[in-house]
């Protein structure tokens, strides 16, 4: 099936997993994608403004992502890690030496008052991405993660710790009062003709999104069909903690799982050939379920995907749902 | 002959000359050197806190400069740069990998309210270095160049203009205002046995420096031979751009010229071999003139001089100068 022009996606995406999906989208809809990405995981570190799932998804989009980790630049070298190493610095968090350069305009540019979007978009357009990619909030939204210890910000979580607590939940300080991205508008003449949850962690890569107020009653009153894909394949997730986090929640790793996390916000979920026992429970929960290979190895696997979903959006416009 | 313990030598210095200068005291003196940094061509560059003169004085003396250009760190690499060009940001200004590391350091640290003088102490202490660095101030002072089309910041005209305009003066804005290192005392307890000019452009290294109030008197009133180091030989600068304001100046670039410049502050000056037909010329003025090779190749050529200084000021001393 060819996609009929001018489709157009809205995709929710934290990092690496998002990221693979949107470069799918974005080499089958060009302009005509639109990725809304988590700032959660923002800080400051060693004076500059990282923005960590926004740069992964740039740079995948630009194709100069590391293949091997997902996220940084192909190629990277690490003198200015060496060096402050050397000179008693943090190095718990590895900036490599050509990342740095986005670290550095972004920090420059947004301490004169650009907007993240805006910073956001020139970095896009020169590096020759053709989608749009918006950071969920000009206004500064953070993870905290709560463990049985206290409450950490979530790059501690994350990389300092490397997950190894077990976390109790999760809270967005300052997006009960941020808003969504002025540019991201979901009115009459912008209804997108599928919004696409990515398969990203869904606690912290698209909880946080969720988070800011009236985006997601927005994305269910516009009429486009909302379909997820199942970042948890046969019970583990590809990347990162989502599994992990799941059980100590409570919930078991599942595609079931994430199904009825989303459940309330989304019409459909693809989930991976492995895990097709679970479709029919996840249609006893009024959702449709598509089965596909979900594991994006190569380009060609994330672009295969990114049309399941196409196709999957369209089969649900013709049955109206 | 040998160093008397315990010498204790004030420098005044800028980059490079001053540097290799410096470099010889070091290795003759260790900790019973102070060396007082100008930092009228310091600048905020792509964010961060940048000390051109410090830094050189620092790698310098940690043994880590790029012996090619003087400035920088050996076996630097440029990923950071290419990128940022690749970005489309500013290239001018050509900042290291490695040598990064120092002013993400510096910028954070400053941001937090900590001092120039604390954050180059610490640096220093991280990679080795024994001799105290002290950035002439801890307020802020700009090396403004004036011309006929107007007046430009200082690295402006160092860097990214290469020196190809007409100088017609110089201000230090700040400096009428600003208090000398704190560190760096004079007074009874204090007083060095020589106070050594190093050879560093008289007009926007080393009169940045006596540019701030009290410090040239008490350097004359301390009762410590005052010996400059003439950073012209053979009527050219080694390095950078003091003969050519020389002449912009109006005045003829040579030793003797150097001597009248500083002849109210010092007592001696120590100029090249071939130079040596100026000496009468500067004894006129009432100066000692020391005449011997000057230019430093190597870190014996450095500390060879360091020691001629030495061996100067002693003769200074006994004759009752």
Redesign the interface.
């Known amino acids: 099936m060819v996609v009929h022009d001018p489709v157009r996606v809205l995709a929710l995406a934290g990092g690496v997993g998002g990221a693979k999906l949107a470069s799918g989208f974005a080499e089958l809809l060009g302009e005509r994608l639109t990725v809304v990405v988590n700032t959660g995981d923002d800080f400051e570190h ?3 403004q990282i923005s960590p799932d926004l740069d992964t998804v740039m740079y995948t989009l630009a194709g100069i992502a590391n293949p091997e980790s997902g996220w940084g ?1 192909a190629g ?2 690490w ?6 190493e ?4 943090p190095a718990w968090f590895r900036l490599g ?6 670290h ?2 972004r ?2 540019r947004l ?1 004169r008052g650009d907007s993240l979007t805006a910073v956001t978009s ?2 896009c357009h ?2 020759g991405v053709r989608a749009r990619v918006l950071p969920m909030t000009d206004d500064r939204v953070r993870t905290t993660v709560h463990t049985a210890g206290g409450s950490l910000p979530f790059q501690d979580y994350f990389v300092r710790l490397q997950c190894n607590v077990v976390v109790s939940g999760f809270s967005f300080v300052g997006a009960a009062t941020a808003r969504c991205n002025a540019e991201l508008s979901l009115n009459d003449a912008n209804v997108p003709d599928a919004v696409v949850i990515c398969p990203s962690n869904p606690y912290v890569s698209i909880a946080p999104i969720l988070a800011l107020p009236g985006l997601k009653q927005a994305i269910k009153d516009c009429g486009a069909p909302v379909i997820a894909v199942s970042p948890i394949i046969a019970g583990a997730a590809v990347k990162g903690p989502a599994a992990k986090m799941m059980r100590e929640l409570g919930a078991a790793p599942s595609a079931q799982s994430v199904a009825e996390h989303y459940h309330d916000l989304i019409d459909a979920i693809v989930i991976d050939d492995s895990d097709s026992e679970s479709a029919g429970a996840i249609e006893a929960l009024g959702l449709a379920a598509r089965t596909t290979p979900t594991l994006m190895r190569t380009q060609a696997d994330r672009v295969r995907l990114a049309q399941e979903c196409l196709d999957l959006a369209e089969a649900l416009r013709a049955s109206g749902r």
Do not use: K, N, P, V
């Not at 030496?97 to 986005?102: C, E, G, P, S, V």
């Open positions: 060693l004076g500059f630049i990277e070298t003198h200015f890690m060496s060096q402050i050397r000179l008693g610095g030496d050509r990342d740095l350069a986005t550095a305009i920090t420059e301490r020139d970095l020169t590096l």
